[in-house]
């Protein structure tokens, strides 16, 4: 099995040689068996995470806040902010900061959302949908009378483009691109090639999002960031929110960093890609999120046709969204992973409750798990998902089903 990593971003060259990565898995099995003769004295993961109800909503706040520092000083992470909804309503915007060379941390940093900007999209498709302007099992294509001029690069303006001849595009529907049934790669980096006939598996493609802005682009005649203006960000009060990097937002938006806390060098998104450019903070996505839980139209359209992910996991895709099956009840989830930034975003339907996740680091998802069964009560399989992995990791949980 070949080594696969998913990345929101297309990357302009191709991963370098991993020559000692199989070997690595072979010296960290030798201790594989003792490890879990270790696990096997250690308390089970439902009793580690059964905790005393807190029982005011400040005293929630003062323990979620120590929690989130602990860990960004754990992980080094230097900017790590949390947005929580209960009872749909955005209860509370916290921020922590775990690098010796940050004064503060603000809870109105600007990140970059990576692919949660895509959940944020879907909300406006089906805005478009409710409003009889886009139909979800139409051809995408059927909306571009003029086909489709794919871009090799979806974010670099200059990019070189192809116009897709394949056939198989006039089978690729609205619902296919939003649920990742298209077909399509995640990035083409090239010309654009199918990797499955439509609608036969889940595959999970950002190049199935950019042919859906597209097709959005065409019926509403707008620029993609006005549209977004004008459906999501400005009706739910998102005045830190853009698809582009603004320059109201310039000095709010706090640099990427490796996983060894390097400062990297930024890519400043000049064009708007729905499947992950979006710049926003912690503040303007729990309102988002407040939104969607309140809107029970859209979220029965969203885990109304799921197609399956990972039977094991008891994962599957809607409209827009991961769905976990957890305890009789459904989990809308997605992360996030563009170079230096790593985010996360999970809720319940039935209760309105969630929480979204944004930092400045690429070992920011390992604070996921402890901040998602501390806002939703675990345990939660999503967090043994090989995908909010990276590298190594990935590969041993997918593989092995070690899931550090």
């Not at 499955?196 to 065409?218: D, F, H, I, M, N």
């Not at 996983?259 to 988002?288: H, I, K, Q, W």
């Not at 209760?351 to 939703?376: H, K, R, Y």
């Given at each position: 099995m070949m080594f696969r990593e998913v990345s929101a971003v297309p990357r302009l060259l191709p991963y370098g040689a991993r020559a000692g990565l199989w070997f690595a898995i072979a010296m960290f099995c030798v201790g594989c068996t003792s490890m879990k003769e270790r696990n096997?004295?250690?308390?089970?993961?439902?009793?580690?995470?059964?905790?005393?109800?807190?029982?005011?909503?400040?005293?929630?706040?003062t323990a979620l806040h120590e929690r989130l520092t602990l860990l960004a000083s754990r992980h080094g992470i230097c900017n790590a902010d949390l947005?929580?909804?209960?009872?749909r309503e955005l209860q509370s915007v916290d921020a922590a900061y775990g690098c010796a060379d940050y004064a503060s941390a603000t809870q109105e940093s600007v990140f970059e959302a990576a692919s949660l900007s895509k959940p944020v999209f879907a909300y406006a498709v089906l805005k478009l949908v409710q409003q009889g302007k886009l139909d979800l099992d139409a051809p995408v294509l059927s909306y571009l009378?003029?086909?489709?001029?794919?871009?090799?690069?979806?974010?670099?303006?200059?990019?070189?483009?192809?116009?897709?001849?394949?056939?198989?595009?006039?089978?690729?529907?609205?619902?296919?691109?939003?649920?990742?049934?298209?077909g399509l790669p995640n990035w083409s980096n090239?010309?654009?090639?199918?990797?499955?006939?439509?609608?036969?598996?889940?595959?999970?493609?950002?190049?199935?999002?950019?042919?859906?802005?597209?097709?959005?682009?065409?019926?509403?005649?707008?620029?993609?960031?006005?549209?977004?203006?004008?459906?999501?960000?400005g009706p739910l009060g998102m005045?830190?929110?853009?698809?582009?990097?603004?320059?109201?937002?310039?000095?709010?938006?706090?640099?990427?960093?490796?996983?060894?806390?390097?400062?990297?060098?930024?890519?400043?998104?000049?064009?708007?890609?729905?499947?992950?450019?979006?710049?926003?903070?912690?503040?303007?996505?729990?309102?988002?999120?407040?939104?969607?839980?309140?809107?029970?139209?859209?979220?029965?359209?969203?885990?109304?046709?799921?197609?399956?992910?990972?039977?094991?996991?008891?994962?599957?895709?809607?409209l827009g969204w991961g769905l976990e099956r957890n305890r009789g009840e459904v989990f809308l989830w997605h992360w996030g992973n563009n170079p230096g930034y790593r985010a996360f975003v999970m809720a319940s339907p039935r209760?309105?409750?969630?929480?979204?996740?944004?930092?400045?680091?690429?070992?920011?998802?390992?604070?996921?798990?402890?901040?998602?069964?501390?806002?939703?009560a675990g345990p939660h399989q999503v967090f043994r998902y090989h995908l909010l992995r990276d590298g190594l990791a990935n590969l041993l949980c997918e593989t092995l089903d070690v899931c550090l």
């Open positions: 096997a004295q250690s308390p089970a993961p439902q009793e580690a995470t059964q905790k005393s109800p807190l029982q005011t909503a400040s005293s929630q706040q947005a929580v909804v209960r009872n009378p003029r086909g489709y001029a794919h871009r090799h690069f979806a974010h670099l303006a200059d990019s070189p483009v192809d116009q897709v001849s394949d056939p198989a595009l006039s089978a690729v529907t609205v619902r296919m691109a939003l649920n990742h049934t298209s090239g010309p654009l090639v199918f990797d499955g006939k439509p609608g036969a598996q889940w595959q999970y493609s950002g190049e199935g999002y950019v042919l859906l802005q597209r097709a959005v682009e065409a019926v509403t005649g707008e620029n993609f960031d006005e549209f977004m203006q004008r459906t999501v960000f005045t830190r929110s853009a698809y582009t990097r603004e320059a109201k937002l310039e000095k709010h938006i706090v640099p990427g960093r490796d996983g060894r806390g390097g400062v990297l060098t930024p890519l400043p998104f000049r064009e708007p890609v729905a499947a992950f450019t979006l710049y926003t903070s912690a503040r303007d996505y729990g309102r988002f999120l407040a939104a969607l839980l309140k809107d029970e139209r859209s979220l029965q359209q969203i885990v109304a046709s799921p197609v399956p992910v990972s039977a094991k996991l008891d994962l599957s895709w809607g209760t309105g409750d969630g929480f979204v996740m944004f930092t400045n680091s690429e070992t920011g998802l390992a604070l996921a798990q402890p901040i998602g069964e501390e806002v939703l």
